[in-house]
Every structure is written in structure tokens, then in C-alpha cells.
């Protein structure tokens, strides 16, 4: 099968490179127009018995497949967050993919496990993180995850560990921890808490017309709870909400956390990527007193899904917390604590090796490529926003980094242009709600978007707006 | 950058194909000779500045991390479970990373959504599964997970809803809740079960000498528990226990689970491949009253990790409980009821396209590929087992689908063979534990290995056996 591999990968590359070029050169629309089963009635119902030819299936991607796809890296997407890719990301994953190992221990493949150490080790640097969070550090480490959810579930039962003792272990919840975030923290944290059997997350205020958490109402709360018999066992806070890129006080929320003996994760799945730049810096400010840290490399720095980077300070709660040790995972690397076992650091047992897409992206793109990234969507959020702040009849609700928060007129004026936007297929651009109101974002990540890229979503946006 | 990238992935694709021919021909062996901290010392200790060629890259993953790895499809691994792969899968996973696609909703890519939902279900058809888990089938459908320990996580989180009339969501779990398997399931399922809030699960006896769930036993632990006001939740059996490949008696079993109303999840992570094959049909006996099921198509269908599939006869339980609908996930499509969207069917929130790999694998290989497969591997096992059996000293523990089990006269000398192959790069094979007594399991999967191999490993495992 390896000569007919050979002759599909080649055109597999033909076929990627000129999608690329499709995208940069706007000759592909940035979403379908599909109707619900288009796809689904292509297909046939059953698999086939005989083997076909690779050339064929590839083939059928592109007549079958992509047609129905959403193109994240268009530059018209300014949906959600736009999900980071490059070539270096790509080849990456086909070494990968070839190599085929699995990197659940050190000793199911030492080199795998090592490498991830060193790379997230160069990320938490180029970051310029804590060096409580580093390998080398001491106590902390990083660790590739699939997702912020992934990884701020982890992050959670590794505080429920913390704050019972190991008790938890055993015992399971009992009712009465509790975790804590704002109403503006991602959906993936209220999930998260969930999953882990505590419920609903507690919800923290936030100061009002700042999407940011009031760490007052934090200390407040925590004090209430504590004095109830509840055990305040995880605050969530957010660097840089989803709906409008706002910034929980992280020195001020730390200092509540700590004096309360609470572990603090925060979620810098979007904006901590921005401390690759010195002038960006101010995102970290705080993080030295937090237990753990996620960034999604997958988010804006030029690495495809999934890479989510999870560091923590106090690895050996991490560790304790999932650690599991049936006879048929007993290796002597493992029992002689020289080595690091990623499968003790998440939630599945197996797990490809992870790390070497982000060390193809972080070489080949050297730090001040992925700097000048960037700075380039900075930039084009900043047209836009200048744009928009002129605009009569737009309110500039938000310009943070990337991403630009805006509303059209009354809210109904808004949700409508949400409607006719949702239902154009030449953009994505996503609706959010701060304090009971409607809003619209744009997020800038795509490589080959450009200030003429901007003009042209502004004056689509523009046109809506004025049937609305 | 497109240009640098063509050029380098035709030299990755050489390198891939060179490396397969490398692991057929044995001229590799299965693992290194690594001391802790190789790879590590061979690398920087930051990330570069200025971006470097992709191909010096790729060098330097052959020089420095390829001897660090330990090879999962080479003949002489038979260890955990081997990680299954192929070219198509390969390929896929090339065309998946260059596409770049974010499939959590169905609006954010209709095809990877439906292309996920009609390859499922061929897997399902293939694989001779109840109607009641398939998309086109009313009430159920399938998912692709990264892992059967995620997998086992969404089950319980489903099973913790339905048990608690969707009181968990807001309350969380309270120390009634129980789940329950033997001591032989997979270290994922006590994982999950401790993430999900639930702490240990109870452990139900096997009957002795079989290493399966005792459906006696555990019908009278789930009358006790009923009894003693605690709320039975979830049933865990296996089909293919990682030891020695035993099969809870799903009948029985789902019987009980019925009776008490309880979920019942079954894991089918490696044997359930088998079910390809009519004369291995068996395997799914039972399944019609399970509430869920898991297949790891990454253990033994030619497809690389990750790829499970998850099915569930009980699809609103299970979405109803991971559901999460902030304003920025609102959509048109979501709220005609019309579509299926896999954030829903999952702990995070995000997820690759991660249909096209098990579609590239199904139609490459067709059914009669992998049932090919299967029986390759079955037929080598069987050769192994004979010669097992013949040996004098040796004791044949068990023998099912492609796995073996064994002892080595006393259970010391059984522990010291044991710690000999750990030490001996030249293959590997693992330790497990049944009943309290060490045994040795190999588990064929190489799309390489021969009957030349399953001899060779044989004469290794005799010589080391001679020092003990």
C-alpha cells in the first residue's frame, strides 16, 4: 500500500497547497450554503466490503467533503475564535500520524514524553509565565491537553484533590464544594464543573460595565461560604472573556484565592497567546500566584486543533489527583520517579505524541514569526474598531487584542443583524451577550486576511445593518 | 511558506515510508536504549528566534526523536494494546490537519458532522450492532471520542442525568451515587468514575477463575445498595478485559441493570473489533440492552490514535447532560432541532474533524481488509498459544482473539521473566494481574508481524525464561 500512499500524499499536498491559495485568493466562500443532510445523502449507507483506491477517496474529500465545510482560516472568518493552522502544523501532524506512537508513559516512548517537557518548557519562556510553571522549574510543569475544557476539568480535579485531602479520591463530592467564575467565563467552565459532580459553578459578579470579575464580591462570597460549611475549593478567573476579551483583576482575584487557600486556574486560551509580545505583557500580570495556567496554541499561534498548553504550579496535586496504577501499566521507569508520565496529567489513559506539532510550529516560525502574527491581527482589529467607533448607529462595545465587540442601534437593531449576518454566507462573525445585552464579535486570526479584508467585511456588516 | 512545505512534505512522506519498511523488515528494534533525559539534553533550552526551513526540521525528528521512540506497529510490540495505523489513516490525518476545520456544531462545518454521523453508523453496521445505536435508527447514535477513558467519562456523566431526573446538572452528585464494575476493567474506568465526583467505584467479584463480572454478585450488591438508600447509577462490563481478554456475561448482566433501572456501559475497547468477523459475533451478545458502548478503532482497525466511538441507545440523556448554550454558540441551525451537534456528545467544547480518518480507513481497506486483519492477528495469537501450551514450565492462562496470557512456573519466576523483558529492548510484552497473581499478555496488532515474528518473540520469551 505504500506506493499507492505515496501517489495520494503528493496529491493530497497539490490539493492543500491550492486550497490554501483558494482561501488567501478569496475564490472559496467562507461557509457553505447547506441544507441539513446534504452531506449525509451523498453517502452511501453502508461501507464498502472491497478496498478502494486512495486516489479515489481523496478525490471524493473534495467533491463530497469540503464543499460542506466552514474554512476557519478564511479571512472572513472572524467567528468564535478562528482556529490557528500553518504549514509547519500540517507536516507536523503527518510525522505524527506516520510515526504512529502513543506517549501515555515515559517508557511507551521516552522521547515523546521529553519532548513535550522542553516544548512547553520554550512556550511558559516565550511567554515569559512564571518559573514556577516551568519543568526545569521545580513543582510546576506544562502539559499538552485537547482543549481549555480538557484542561480547566483537569485543573478542577486537581483543586478538589487539594482541598480534601486526597479524601476526594475515595470518597467522591459530597455537596459541598464549590467552584467559582463569572457569568462571562467561558462555556466550557460551568461544563467542566459539571462533569466533575459539583453542579453549577457559583457566580461571581462582575464590576459593572467591565465583563471582569469584582473581587470583592469574590472575597465576599468565599467568606459567606466558608462560614456556611462549604469548602471553596476552585476560582476560574478569565484572561480575556470570550464575548469581549475582558480581563479578570488577576493580582486582586489571586490575592482573595490565596488568602482563602483556593486554587486559582485561569483560562488564557485566547489572549495569553499575546504575551509573546513584550508590549502584551501586562496579560501574565497576576499569574505568579495562580496553581494552574491554559493557553491555546490552537487559538492564535499558528498550530492546528487541538493544542491546548496547561501549566500548573503544583504538579504533584495534578498528579495525585489522576494517578492510576493497575498492574498492567508497571514499568521500572515509572517506579523509579525519574521520569514524568503524561497519562497521570489528563483525563484519557492513551495519547498520540502531542508535542511535535508545536515544536515544527515554534521552529519554524521562530518566536518573532509568530510575534509579527500577532501584531498583524492586532492591527486589522484596530481598523476595524477605529471604523466602527466612527460610524453612527455602531457602538464600539469592546476592542481588546484580536477582537473587536460591537452593537448595531437597540438591541433588537442588534440580534436582527445577527440574523442577516448568520445567514451570509460570505463571513462568520459571532453574536455574544454582556449583562442581558446583545453584542457582535470579530475575531482576527486567519493568516491571510488583510486591511482590504477588513474594508470589505466592514462594508458587508454595513449593508446589513442598514436593512435592520 | 507553500513552497517550502511541498518539498518537505514529499521528504517526510519518503521518510514515513522508509520508516514502515524499516519496522517490516525488523531492521529497528521495537524500543530504545534510553536513559532519562536523552532527548531532553539534545535540545535547546529556548525556542529560536528567527524561523528555521521545515526540512531541517524534519532532519532533526529523525535524529533526535525517532530513537527515543518506542515503535507501536512493530512486529515485536505486543504490548498494552498496539495502536493500530495504516497509510490511509495517514493520509487522512494530512488532509484533516491541512482543512483545518472546527466541527463542534453542526453550523461550524456541516459535513464533518455528517460525514461523523454516517461513518458511525457504517461502523455500527459493520459491526452488527443493535439498530438502537445508530443515527438512522431513532433514538441513539454514535460520536467519535479521543479514547475509551473519555468515552467511559461522557457514559457516566449521561448515566449521573438520567439517574438523578437532571437534578445532577445544578446540584452535582451528593455521595449517593454509585458506580460499579469488577477489578479487572480498564484503570480508566475507576479514573472516570473518581473524575465524575463518584470516588471509587464499587467492585463487583468475578467468578473465580474467569476474570468476569459475577452477575449474582452483582445483583446482590445493587439490591444491598437500593436497600441502604444510595442511588445505583452506572454498570461498567467489559468485553475483553485488558488482562487476560475475559467477557463480563453482557446478558446477564444488562439483565440486573434492567431490572434496577441502572446504566449500563459496556467497554468494548479491543475485543469489539472482532465482531467484523460473523464468527466472532459473539462478542456483542448482550449489547441490544446496553445503554452505551465503546470500540477503540484505534486498537484494532487500522486507524490511528485517536479514534473511538462511542455509541449510546439513549442519545437525549447523554446530550442532555453535556449540553451548554451560551449566546456566542446560538445558531440557526442548533434551534431548528434539525442537525446534531458533537460539542454536545463530548467534554470539550471544540473538536477536530475527526470523521475523515475512520471514512479514509473503512472504504481503503474495506470491510474485508479489516476482517483480514483481524484473522491475521487471531491466527498468530492461536500459534503463540499452541506453543505456550506445549512448553513445560509454561502455564497458558488464557487465549481469546489475539491476546495471550501466561505464567512462567512460580509467581516469582513469572515477576523475574517479567522484569527481564522489561528490560530487553528486543521486544515488549506486559505484566498484568489476575486474582492476586502476576501473568505476562502479548496482544498482536503489526500489520508486519508473521509467523516468523510470533517464533522469534517466542524464542526470546523461552531464553529469558531459562534465567529465571
Same mark, same amino acid.
Given at each position: 500500500m505504500s506506493e499507492d500512499f505515496e501517489s495520494a500524499a503528493a496529491q493530497a499536498v497539490a490539493r492543500l497547497t491550492a486550497h490554501w491559495a483558494a482561501l488567501e485568493s478569496l475564490a472559496l466562500p467562507v461557509e457553505p450554503a447547506h441544507a441539513p443532510g446534504a452531506t449525509a445523502r451523498a453517502l452511501p449507507a453502508s461501507a464498502p466490503e472491497r478496498g478502494e483506491p486512495l486516489e479515489r477517496i481523496l478525490a471524493d474529500t473534495w467533491s463530497v467533503v469540503v464543499p460542506g465545510l466552514v474554512h476557519w482560516q478564511h479571512p472572513a472568518f472572524l467567528g468564535y475564535y478562528p482556529t490557528a493552522n500553518s504549514p509547519a502544523s500540517v507536516l507536523a501532524e503527518l510525522v505524527t500520524a506516520g510515526l %504512529?506512537?502513543? %506517549? @501515555? @508513559?515515559?517508557?511507551?516512548s521516552p522521547a515523546a514524553t521529553e519532548l513535550e517537557q522542553v516544548v512547553v518548557d520554550w512556550l511558559a519562556k516565550a511567554l515569559g509565565l512564571p518559573g514556577s510553571f516551568l519543568h526545569s522549574g521545580g513543582t510546576g510543569g506544562g502539559v499538552i491537553q485537547d482543549s481549555a475544557s480538557s484542561a480547566v476539568l483537569v485543573a478542577i480535579v486537581a483543586a478538589l484533590h487539594r482541598a480534601s485531602g486526597g479524601g476526594w479520591r475515595t470518597d467522591g463530592v459530597d455537596g459541598r464544594y464549590r467552584a467559582y467564575c463569572t457569568g462571562q467565563a467561558n462555556s466550557c467552565v460551568p461544563k467542566a464543573v459539571r462533569i466533575a459532580g459539583l453542579g453549577e459553578p457559583v457566580e461571581i459578579a462582575t464590576t459593572a460595565g467591565t465583563g471582569a470579575m469584582d473581587p470583592h464580591a469574590l472575597a465576599a462570597r468565599l467568606d459567606a461560604d466558608r462560614r456556611a460549611g462549604l469548602v471553596p475549593t476552585v476560582v476560574v478567573a478569565t484572561s480575556g472573556t470570550t464575548a469581549t476579551c475582558a480581563f479578570d483583576p488577576l493580582p486582586a482575584v489571586a490575592d482573595v484565592c490565596r488568602r482563602h487557600g483556593v486554587w486559582l486556574h485561569v483560562d488564557g486560551a485566547y489572549a495569553g497567546s499575546a504575551a509573546l509580545c513584550p508590549e502584551h505583557r501586562a496579560v501574565n500580570d497576576g499569574l505568579e500566584a495562580a496553581d494552574s495556567y491554559a493557553v491555546n496554541a490552537h487559538k492564535w499561534m499558528r498550530t492546528g486543533t487541538p493544542c491546548d498548553v496547561l501549566w500548573t504550579s503544583d504538579r504533584a496535586s495534578l498528579t495525585e489527583a489522576m494517578a492510576i496504577r493497575p498492574a498492567f501499566l508497571h514499568n521500572p521507569a515509572t517506579e523509579s520517579g525519574a521520569v514524568v508520565d503524561f497519562r497521570d496529567w489528563q483525563i484519557p489513559l492513551g495519547r498520540p505524541m502531542r508535542a511535535l506539532k508545536l515544536w515544527y510550529v515554534l521552529r519554524a516560525h521562530g518566536l518573532e514569526g509568530l510575534r509579527a502574527a500577532v501584531r498583524h491581527d492586532v492591527g486589522l482589529a484596530g481598523r476595524l474598531a477605529r471604523t466602527i467607533d466612527r460610524?453612527? %448607529?455602531?457602538?464600539?462595545v469592546a476592542h481588546e487584542l484580536g477582537l473587536v465587540a460591537f452593537r448595531y442601534g437597540t438591541d433588537g437593531q442588534t440580534r436582527a443583524l445577527a440574523a442577516r449576518l448568520a445567514a451570509d454566507t460570505g463571513l462568520v462573525c459571532t453574536p455574544a451577550e454582556v449583562e442581558g445585552r446583545p453584542l457582535l464579535r470579530a475575531v482576527f486570526g486567519s493568516p491571510y486576511a488583510t486591511e482590504a479584508t477588513v474594508d470589505q467585511v466592514w462594508a458587508a456588516i454595513r449593508r446589513h445593518a442598514q436593512a435592520c
Open positions: %504512529g506512537v502513543q %506517549g @501515555m @508513559m515515559w517508557s511507551t460610524e453612527p %448607529g455602531f457602538h464600539l
